[in-house]
Every structure is written in C-alpha cells, then in structure tokens.
C-alpha cells in the first residue's frame, strides 16, 4: 500500500500550484533555495499559543529548539530541573537526551505507565566498588554512590512525567544504531561502558533497527502519549541531522550514517501520514543540503551555529508567528543567566542563552559585551570583533581592554596585546583577569620567566582558584623545571584544588616521571568536573598497573 494514492488530475494541479515543487536551480531567474542554506517550503499543521506549555524530548536539536521557545516567553518544561547534585546541575537538560526511538519510548514509558516502572536492579550497574552508573542516561557522568544515582533518576522521571500537562511535544530522532540489554530486555540510550562489555560478553549486543521497528516504537510512542496526556496534544517530529560519531558494525561510518538517517526520515513520514495532530519539520534536510563549509564546524560532525539559529528561527515563524522576532524586555535577565554559566565554566550554555538575543547587541551594550567575552573563550573571534562595535567606547573598562587583548593573541598579533596587557597591569594592579592575560601572552610568545612571574601575582589575587597554579605548573614544565612543577602542584593539591582539573595534569606529570604509586593515588582522589575530564580521567587510568 503506497503511502500517499493522488487522483492524477491532482497530481497535477500540486505541480502547478505548489511553489515548492521544483528542484531549485542556480541562475538568474531561478530561486536556489539550496544555496548556501537550504531552506525547504514550510506547510505548519497547527500553531503554539504564546505562553503555553512545550515538552522537548529525544536528541540535541530539541535542546538547541527549546532555549529558543523559552526566550520567547514559552514555558518550555524541560528545562526546568531541580539539579540533586553539582555534576547534574552542570550538565544541565542534555541530560535528558534520548538518541534512539527505543530510548524515548522507554523514558515515556517510565514515567507515564504504573505497570513499566524503571528496573533500579538492572537499569543501575556498579562499575566499580561502591560507584554505580544508570545505563540509560548520556556517558560523561560519572559513577557515584547509589544513592546519588537513583535521586538522578527519580528527577529525570519526574521531569518525563510533566509531558502529561503539555499540549505540544517536540520530538528529535537522533540514530538507528543502538544497544540491547539482554539481561533487562530493554535498550539502553548509548553504548555501554567498555568494562561492562568485557565482563560479561553476554550481557549486551548492538543493533541496528530495521524501518519497521523502528516505526513500531514510534507507534507505541504515539498510543503511550495518547493514553495519559492531553487529548488535544500536538507532535512536531525532527530528524537531527547530527551524523554517527562512530560506527560499531563493519560499514564506513558515512555508509552506515546514511542507512541511520533513512530510516528514522522514512518512519517519520509513515507516522505522520497516520495521524493528523504530528507534524514535520524539515531542520535535517535544511543543514544536511546546505553547502558543508556553512553547515558544518571544522570537526564536520558539528552543526555551525548560525545555521542552528536559522532553523529553529525558521520553525518558531512557521509555528508561532505571532511571537517570531519577539524576546523579552529583560535581557539583563539573560546577561546575568550567561555570567553564572561562565562562572561555572559552562561556555556551552552560556553561549545558548546569548544567541537567541544576539541580533539585539546594538540594543544592549552589556549584553554585546558578554557575548564578545564568550565568543573569544569559544575560538569564535569574528564573532567577538561584531560584537565588540556595538559595545560604546569607554564602556566596559578594563574587561573590554581584555577582550581586544584576547583577539589580538588569537591573530598573532602578540607584540601588541601584550603591550596593551603591560599598560592594563599599571592601571589595574589588582584585577584577576589582567594578570591572566598576561600569562596567557608570555605563554604564547614563550617569555618563561615572565609568565612565571605573572603567573604567581595572578595566583596571589585568585587565592580560591587552581587555575593559576596550575598554569604556573605548567610554565615549570614546559622549562624543564621538574622539581619546581611538583612543588607546585603539591600546594595545588594541598589548598584542595584535587576536584579541578589540576589533579589531571598532576597525574599527567606524575606519569611522565614515572612516580605510579602516586599517580595511582592522585587519580583515586580526582573528581572530574565535565565529560571531558571523566574522558581524560579514563584514559589516564589505563597507565596504571592493573
């Protein structure tokens, strides 16, 4: 049975009337819609409500959409997360990405259905004495107590459960590449811990989902939602066109990306023709057709940013046209959200909350600031420099000197930022981030002897921060100065930076002198703050002596 049957006199009358049913074209008279961006027709089944409730689930474009409901006065619920502890906190609503169809049902399922609650037994796994970890969260968190583990998972349910109050779910559909528990009969959201695989072989195995099961567990999504949420609910389906970081079968990644795509793209049409109230919007074919130097960074798996914006822009004029081009009047509000998150060093939100508002820089000469200060953290120093010429001259004092410092390293222009850096040390004595500046300068332009000497007034003002220490580790390392490193970093260690990122490089170092034991003990101690760290963590580990 076809998915569609058309009447050919209708046929027809779509090829003459539809504005969209030619392939764009490059040349005078054609519209290329393809060209940089590809901006497929838009058609929106049903409208938002300004102000109302939206619940976002499944893969990372549903966080890049719901930052921008919510700047628009949506009540996006998903981001509301009572954090029970530090790491979850930081981690923030990319914790509840689900990248498999099997995945989001199960988390709906979970939480919605009294006969399907979480199995704690087979769900939770201890990885290591007394540190456990939920299978079915992202990797990066790191194993904890079980305690700490299942007040994660209670938050992560409760959190589901708020799609009953909602009436439009925004869904993402991340990959058909996925791993099967046999001991718990479920999916698992990402591949398990390599250590689990290798202890019990049995226990997991890969799959890769064929079309029709993965169009039944978009079906049972579907009748879960139907049976315990709002009877006017409304489904907006996306397809994220973020590729396989990797593959676990045989097959070219690229091969084996394309078949992960295809099906989810083709059982979204299937569960769309089926029910009225889903809709699709078409952010996978707008960035994976655009050309690749704009849709992609440099790592070609990341999409760029300005084309993220584009879409979610694109679906909030298709889908709420009333609040399109609308933010709220409180952007000190957004300003201040943004500093918390760089004071936590999560760039990564901070920047999320800016870029909804970065077209009102010119509005806002602290917001214009702020985002610049991001930007340069980031690598994006173009970014900065356009945000820099809505900042008045003679606003930001010395932060701004710094920034125009920051730029100047990052085009090499040392001799000049550091004789702005020199100049700002004379009128700024005392101001933490001149000193780091200057650091980073004779860091950069290998003037050992004085980045040490920054270095140590830098650690003489930031007192409650590791970061200079270590910086002044590493200067005695890069200088040979073994002896006068590790003293260093003892006193790092001793004032109780081990939970930084410092008590990795002390490793490291420990480990490049060949001192085990303590390395073997440093690491015990260390409490990674990031996914990165935990990653960098591991593969410290596997110098030790096992």
């Known amino acids: 049975m076809p998915l569609q049957s058309i009447p050919g006199p209708d046929a027809v009358t779509n090829l003459k009337t539809n504005e969209f049913s030619r392939w764009p074209a490059r040349g005078q008279h054609a519209k290329n ?12 089944r049903f409208r938002l409500v300004h102000g109302e409730k939206i619940f976002t689930i499944g893969s990372c474009f549903a966080r890049n959409i719901e930052r921008s409901l919510e700047i628009r006065g949506f009540e996006v619920v998903t981001r509301k997360i009572a954090a029970p502890d530090r790491e979850f906190e930081e981690f923030g609503p990319e914790i509840l990405n689900n990248y498999g169809v099997p995945s989001i049902f199960n988390e709906l399922s979970w939480a919605l259905d009294p006969a399907t609650p979480f199995d704690e037994d087979r769900g939770f796994a201890e990885v290591m004495p007394g540190r456990y970890i939920d299978l079915h969260v992202p990797r990066g968190i790191r194993p904890t107590d079980l305690r700490t583990v ?7 349910t409760a959190i589901t459960r708020r799609v009953v109050d909602c009436r439009v779910v925004v869904m993402t559909l991340g990959l058909s590449e996925v791993w099967y528990d046999n001991d718990a009969g479920t999916y698992l959201n990402m591949a398990a811990p390599r250590s689990l695989i290798a202890r019990d072989p049995e226990r997991f195995q890969l799959h890769v989902l064929r079309y029709a099961e993965t169009l039944e567990h978009l079906r049972k999504i579907v009748r879960l939602l139907g049976r315990f949420c709002r009877p006017d609910q409304r489904i907006l389906l996306t397809v994220s066109p973020v590729p396989l970081a990797a593959t676990h079968t045989k097959r070219d990644v690229l091969v084996a990306n394309c078949y992960s795509k295809s099906v989810l793209r083709v059982a979204a049409d299937e569960i769309i023709a089926e029910n009225a109230h889903i809709d699709y919007f078409p952010s996978y074919e707008s960035i994976t057709l655009s050309e690749r130097a704009t849709a992609w960074r440099d790592d070609l798996h990341h999409v760029q940013p300005d084309l993220i914006d584009f879409n979610v822009n694109r679906m909030i004029e298709a889908y709420a046209p009333d609040t399109a081009g609308e933010v709220p009047a409180d952007l000190d509000r957004i300003v201040a959200e943004a500093h918390t998150k760089m004071k936590s060093v999560n760039l990564r939100e901070a920047i999320r909350c800016l870029e909804p508002v970065k077209h009102r820089l010119a509005e806002h000469a602290e917001l214009a600031l702020t ?11 173009d970014d900065a420099r356009g945000a820099l ?14 920034l125009e410092v920051r730029i100047a390293l990052a085009d090499g222009a040392e001799a000049r930022a550091l004789e702005m850096l020199t100049a700002l040390s004379v009128e700024e004595p005392t101001r933490i981030g001149v000193w780091q500046g200057l650091t980073e300068a004779y860091v950069s332009m290998k003037c050992w002897d004085e980045a040490v000497v920054a270095a140590s007034r830098w650690a003489g003002l930031a007192t409650r921060n590791g970061e200079p220490l270590r910086q002044l580790a590493e200067i005695h390392r890069a200088q040979g100065q073994t002896e006068r490193a590790d003293a260093v970093y003892r006193t790092a260690i001793e004032r109780g930076f081990a939970s930084s990122h410092i008590a990795l490089d002390y490793a490291e170092f420990l480990l490049e002198q060949r001192r085990l034991p303590e390395a073997a003990t440093i690491i015990s101690k260390a409490a990674p703050e990031s996914r990165g760290q935990q990653a960098r963590l591991q593969r410290l580990r596997k110098f030790l002596p096992q």
Do not use: D
């Open 33 to 44: 819609r393809v060209e940089p961006r590809c901006e497929p027709g838009l058609h929106a």
């Open 150 to 156: 299942l007040a994660r998972r209670e938050t992560i």
């Open 371 to 381: 985002y610049a200060s991001v930007c340069t953290r980031i690598g994006r120093n």
């Open 389 to 402: 010429q809505h900042v008045p001259e003679g606003f930001g004092g010395w932060r701004r000197k710094l």
